[in-house]
């Protein structure tokens, strides 16, 4: 029927109609069921996932902290920026201040590192902390990660879980003269970082060769074998530190006592000698006012016994 118009009518006529049958099937189609995040992801559509939440605290029934923090990344679930982004761990540094010895807190690691900084921020944080520390090795821990690691007081590593250290990556940017001096700095910085960080879990000779490029990766096995022997060391450590400490009390201690009878001694000699001192004073002073009164007294008698004598002379020339 559109054929017999004219080509311009035929025009009209079918966008009429196309847009009929548009408006029809709209007005009958029904909603489109949601999809779920795991689909849209399978079919190429925009990631949307929830916000990112690596920090769990619970009260325990005695009154105590449990806090369970997450380092992964490499996943889609959790962000990669968890040892980068500050905004991702501050949270987790100020609550740490504010924990107890009765306190526990359990972080989980399974990730491929980060930030140096980031890195030795958490690191710093959790060896300060006060509550006891125990560290899950739930993947690769890596880079980074093995760093936050060595802050553990014990640790728990799943059978597939392994831990790689090497040194530092970077660069700079600057002057040639910054850039050697920043260069300098950098390198003994981290030597002295780097050593007090893995130091019982790494050999010397180990440490050495890290610094000077070579990586090492740890089974589960041997990551369980040599933190046992960290914390083994580090306890005699301790228990020779406090040893120490208790000699030293001791010793000053006595040095003190002895100081101080010593010095009672001397304050009671001095105070005796002060009062023998104040008396001598006190003697002198006696005879030196004895000595003005009997020389202010003398010329008086002298005085008294030359008038007498004139008055005897006279009484006797008149009864003679």
């Known amino acids: 029927m559109i054929f017999l118009f004219n080509p311009p009518t035929q025009i009209g006529v079918f966008i009429l109609y196309f847009l009929y049958m548009i408006n029809t099937n709209y007005a ?7 999809r779920r995040v795991e689909e849209e992801l399978e079919m190429g559509a925009p990631m ?3 916000t990112y939440q690596p920090l769990t605290k619970k009260i325990a029934q005695d009154g105590s902290t449990i806090i369970d923090y997450y380092i992964y990344d490499g996943d889609g679930r959790f962000s990669p920026d968890s040892i980068t982004n500050p905004s991702y761990y501050v949270n987790f540094l100020a ?8 306190d526990n807190v359990h972080v989980h690691l399974n990730t491929g590192g980060g930030m140096l900084d980031s890195s030795l921020a958490i690191y710093e944080g959790l060896c300060n902390c006060n509550a006891q520390v125990t560290m899950h090795v739930e993947g690769p821990c890596c ?3 093995s760093m936050i690691l060595m802050a553990g007081d014990q640790i728990i590593i799943n059978k597939f879980g392994y831990v790689m250290i090497h040194t530092f990556s970077g660069g700079m940017i600057g002057k040639a003269s910054d850039m050697k001096i920043k260069n300098e700095f950098e390198m003994k910085w981290w030597d002295y970082s780097f050593k007090e960080i893995y130091k019982d879990f790494l050999t010397e000779e180990e440490m050495n060769d890290c610094l000077n490029g070579k990586d090492f990766w740890f089974n589960a096995v041997e990551v369980d074998e040599r933190f046992n022997n960290k914390l083994k060391k580090a306890l005699d450590r301790d ?8 000699e030293t009390q001791m010793k000053v201690t006595a040095e003190m006592t ?10 009671e000699k001095g105070y005796k000698k002060l009062k023998q001192f104040d008396k001598m004073i006190e003697n002198a002073c006696e005879e030196e006012v004895t000595e003005e009164v009997e020389q202010v007294e003398k010329p008086t008698k002298k005085a ?10 006279k009484s006797k020339e008149k009864s003679e």
Do not use: A, C, H
Not at 28 to 34: A, H, I
Not at 258 to 267: D, P, Q, R, V
């Open 143 to 145: 880079s980074g990660g």
């Open 239 to 246: 228990r020779l530190v406090s040893f120490m400490q208790r």
């Open 304 to 313: 008294k016994s030359k008038d007498k004598t004139p008055k005897k002379s």
């Open 258 to 267: 002895s100081y101080i009878n010593e010095f009672g001694e001397l304050t």
């Open 48 to 50: 949307m996932l929830p």
């Open 95 to 102: 609550l740490l201040n504010d924990l107890n010895p009765n």
């Open 28 to 34: 009958k189609r029904q909603p489109r069921p949601r």
